[in-house]
């Protein structure tokens, strides 16, 4: 007795029950086995603050299908799970929660406010593991790491220090990127640059030297005092100006290099200088230097040994080296220099500028380039062996193009700021000694010089007791945290307890689940996929590949797979601001999750961008609901003492119908194509395959073929037995209803789970192309009977006769052999000839080696539908011309929106088509 599947497919009933049956039954779970390959992916940590959203969802679906695939393989699969603590994005979070109850991070002071991030952590940090679940990622949720879990700073610690000692990790005061809002500092991947329309100021600065002449084109200010005109997008930052620089073939300047000029609204006294790098072009040619606030005049200042003066707090507002412009706001200050510039006569002229500015990732404040004694990791050396790898192809990219993107970042690699000024974060392990600070204690006392590269500084695992100069006990350690990014290079390997796993083959005394680490991470790393966006290529693939050739000596992945960016049907970029969000967790609760996961994969072309609708996800849902419905009529009609036998030892393949020959031969045909597209990363193919094979060759076709006869013993168990390794192959798609109709199918042995049954093998031998054309044929026949018959509008209960004209004999003899199907599916009475002979009377059409002619007679009245047909073909004349005179006004080409005269031009071409098409019905009823 076989249960029988409900009506109706009902998600809500079988997704929570299924996916807590995985759970229950460890069916994630993974350990190393030396029978079996390993595969394993680590899942792109998402930020502890994080809430799903159809990024995630496209994301963690891809990474799901490779997984379940893989598992299904026979392959020890492990899909390493784990939050990232995001730093900035958690502490803004937190900051805003207890700004509710009226208070700030420093009311609390850094220890309490540290509790009570992990007070929310706790209570909110798992919102999107749970959320993940919903949409079937089969992690090993027991595994579940943590960016900032104790076993895991450990791994943190240790490369810091490890990189210290190499000479790889320094302190500098450097122009960095400087987030006003936040008040950290951020690296230059961190604050990515938006295009503004600002204005160009042109400011009059004084000689001091009486008797010299600048170009006569800048004039002079009010008095006497000749002056030299810069150019300047943001004036604000004159007042930490330490020179003027000039290019020294600029003729209009030669003969001042070297003069001082008097700072306007400062009173400073500075310097023309010359450097061939200054741009003759750009504004005046004169330039401004501000080395305390641009990384050009930064190396300007530098290179000539300037002063660098910083007129900035770190909250953004002026400093006292800005005098009377104190305490106000930078943009404030702006218009309030530009006023009394303008008042003394020294703002030339203002003009409209094109600029590009840095805006900090998180709060989206324009950065300010700043001066700031910060922390290093020097990249070059790392990144040598990290470019080498992706070039000897050890690392692949999907698709290909990334590989350039990847490789130009790589070969022109800044250094990297690591330290940031906020709370929650791993604490840089660096102490400092403050008598050593004060004064300098004598060489004899320095007793490490390997790891500490600078007296008073000490860089060290554990907090020492005492200073290795000067044995003083008076240490602190430093208040900056390390970049979130610092945590997460480290990824593939520290989430298996690196470096713990690499010295002992002891249980690890970190994990409550008692692994043996080192077994864990020699056998899982290398990793073999990432799966990740391309916006975090930098952030964190390159770094990745640098930090396991650095720490693993082997890189931490081969294929490295980069899919597109999810955009609403417009093509923007979905976000708050815009509304226009699709909200997985609501698609699931109205569509069910096989419907958001198949929908998402099936319209995602590799490496494109995803344009979606709402209405994208009814595919999803169609089809769903059509292998319920489809597997429902099966189940009803299945026999299962017909079933269970061996096909391949019960039937001999000629002993086989033709139509049993053709679907076999077209699901081994399609699983064959599924295998190398998912070995491509293909994921929209193989998702589309399956789709066209079970709705249109197994539903359409072949079930349609075999109804009159579906009890025959070889139909049973040709229709069973495609319906099961059908399912089989779908589950990495669609885990849950496959799941469902799976355990519903009389297995005749005792089963777990679809999800940990063997990959379908791909029966060569079976593989039939001539029958596959034979019946393709057949089908192509059909469908031409179909489309005519709606073309001369007979009615769907009409039965027509029909002549089909075929000199292939071998196709007709197939012709002849399925006569009844073909009759019973194009609702005909048919007639197989060998040659065409035209009658009077018939409405025929060529297909490939095909005639195909429908007797008029009983079928129409040819009178009445030849003058319909007139009146249809005069109406599309007067259209085609309405819209061609429309297209034809340049008025309306050039005033309307593009799109709206694309749309006129389609419909055009869709009216001439549509008149082609009628024309030739007419021509064919003469």
């Given at each position: ?28 779970c ?15 940590p ?58 700030k ?30 949409i ?19 791994s ?27 008040q ?48 300047t997008?943001?004036?604000e ?71 660098f ?42 003009e ?17 380039p ?72 004598p ?71 008692g ?11 290398p ?11 930098f ?10 050739l ?9 294929d ?23 909200d ?11 419907a958001?996961?198949?929908s ?107 109804k ?10 040709v ?15 669609m ?29 060569e ?10 019946l ?44 009844v ?106």
């Amino acid at each position: 007795m076989i249960d029988e599947l409900s009506k109706q497919y009902n998600p809500k009933e079988t997704e929570d029950k299924w996916y807590k049956f995985w759970e229950e039954n460890d069916l994630f779970c993974a350990k190393p086995n030396p029978k079996k390959k390993p595969f394993c992916i680590v899942i792109p940590p998402p930020n502890v603050t994080g809430i799903l959203h159809m990024g995630h969802a496209l994301n963690n679906t891809i990474q799901d299908i490779l997984i379940r695939y893989h598992r299904m393989k026979g392959e020890e699969a492990l899909w390493m799970p784990g939050t990232d603590h995001a730093g900035i994005a958690t502490q803004n979070v937190v900051e805003k929660s207890i700004a509710k109850e009226g208070l700030k991070r420093q009311d609390l002071g850094r220890d309490k406010f540290i509790e009570r991030v992990w007070q929310w952590r706790q209570q909110y940090g798992s919102t999107i593991i749970h959320q993940l679940k919903k949409i079937g990622a089969s992690c090993d949720w027991q595994r579940t790491r943590f960016t900032m879990d104790d076993e895991y700073s450990k791994s943190v610690l240790e490369v810091f220090v490890r990189l210290y000692e190499a000479g790889l990790i320094y302190q500098g005061n450097r122009i960095i990127n400087w987030c006003p809002r936040c008040q950290t500092a951020l690296s230059d991947e961190e604050a990515p640059h938006h295009d503004l329309q600002g204005n160009l100021y042109y400011l009059r600065y004084p000689l001091k030297e009486q008797g010299l002449s600048p170009a006569s084109t800048y004039g002079q200010a009010k008095g006497t005092v000749p002056y030299v005109v810069v150019a300047t997008t943001r004036p604000e930052t004159m007042l930490g100006d330490t020179a003027v620089a000039v290019n020294p073939k600029d003729k209009r300047y030669k003969h001042l290099i070297g003069k001082t000029i008097v700072l306007p609204l400062a009173h400073r006294e500075i310097k023309i200088i010359s450097d061939s790098a200054v741009d003759m072009k750009f504004g005046t040619g004169a330039v401004k230097i501000t080395p305390a606030h641009d990384p050009n005049d930064y190396a300007t200042g530098k290179k000539h040994d300037l002063e660098f003066v910083n007129v900035m707090y770190p909250d953004g507002r002026m400093n006292e080296f800005a005098g009377d412009y104190k305490d106000m706001d930078r943009f404030e200050a702006r218009e309030v220099i530009l006023e009394d510039l303008k008042e003394k006569g020294l703002l030339e002229k203002v003009e409209p500028h094109a600029l590009s500015a840095g805006h900090c990732y998180r709060c989206h404040t324009i950065i300010e380039p700043y001066l700031s004694k910060q922390w290093f990791v020097k990249m070059a050396p790392l990144a040598k062996p990290a470019i080498e790898a992706v070039k000897k192809e050890r690392i692949k990219f999907h698709p290909k193009r990334w590989t350039k993107v990847y490789l130009n970042w790589m070969e022109n690699i800044q250094d990297w700021c690591i330290s940031r000024q906020i709370w929650w974060g791993h604490r840089l392990p660096v102490y400092y000694c403050k008598k050593c600070l004060e004064t300098k204690a004598p060489e004899s006392k320095i007793k490490d010089r390997k790891s500490k590269i600078e007296q008073g500084i000490i860089v060290s695992r554990i907090k020492p007791e005492k200073c290795p100069w000067c044995g003083s006990s008076d240490i602190y350690q430093d208040e900056d945290v390390l970049d979130t990014w610092f945590s997460s290079w480290l990824w593939p390997f520290a989430t298996f307890y690196w470096p713990a796993g690499t010295v002992s083959t002891e249980v690890n005394a970190f994990s409550s689940k008692g692994t043996v680490p080192k077994e864990d991470l020699n056998y899982f790393y290398p990793t073999s996929v990432l799966v990740t966006a391309p916006e975090i290529i930098f952030f964190w693939v390159a770094r990745m590949i640098m930090s396991g050739l650095e720490f693993m000596k082997d890189i931490p992945f081969s294929d490295v797979y980069i899919h597109g960016t999810v955009r609403d049907i417009e093509g923007k970029k979905m976000s708050k601001s815009l509304g226009n969000i699709i909200d997985p967790l609501e698609i699931i609760k109205e569509y069910g999750t096989d419907a958001l996961r198949f929908s998402l994969i099936s319209i995602t072309a590799q490496g494109q961008d995803v344009y979606l609708s709402k209405e994208r996800f009814e595919q999803g849902r169609n089809f769903a609901n059509k292998i319920w419905n489809a597997s429902r009529y099966i189940l009803m009609n299945l026999e299962p003492e017909n079933v269970q036998v061996d096909l391949c030892v019960f039937f001999k393949k000629e002993d086989l119908s033709i139509v049993n020959r053709w679907i076999l031969s077209r699901f081994y045909s399609v699983l064959k194509e599924i295998n190398k597209d998912l070995g491509s990363f293909k994921f929209n193919e193989a998702a589309n395959l399956l789709y066209g094979f079970f709705w249109h060759e197994f539903c359409d076709w072949y079930l349609e073929l075999i109804k009159s006869d579906i009890k025959n013993k070889q139909n049973q168990v040709v229709m069973y037995k495609v319906l099961e390794k059908f399912l089989r192959t779908l589950q990495p798609f669609m885990p849950f209803i496959t799941e469902e109709v799976w355990q519903k199918l009389p297995q005749g042995r005792q089963v777990t789970s679809i999800m940990v049954e063997p990959w379908p093998h791909v029966q060569e031998q079976v593989i039939d192309k001539k029958t596959e054309s034979k019946l393709l044929a057949i089908f192509e026949a059909i469908t031409q009977i179909r489309n005519m018959r709606a073309e001369l509008d007979i009615p769907l209960q009409a039965t027509v006769k029909v002549k089909i004209a075929c000199g292939n004999k071998p196709k007709r003899e197939v012709l002849k052999q399925l006569c009844v199907d073909i009759e019973k599916l194009a609702k005909c009475e048919l007639i197989i000839e060998e040659d065409y002979r035209h009658s009077q009377g018939e409405f025929v059409n060529v297909l490939k080696d095909l005639h195909i002619a429908i007797v008029l007679a009983g079928a129409i009245d040819v009178d009445t539908y030849k003058e319909k047909l007139k009146q249809k073909i005069d109406k599309a004349n007067q259209d085609i011309k309405a819209k061609a005179n429309l297209l034809g006004n340049s008025n309306f080409v050039k005033n309307a929106p593009v799109e709206i005269v694309e749309k006129e031009k389609e419909k055009l071409a869709e009216l001439e088509g549509l008149l082609k098409k009628m024309q030739g019905i007419r021509d064919g009823l003469k």
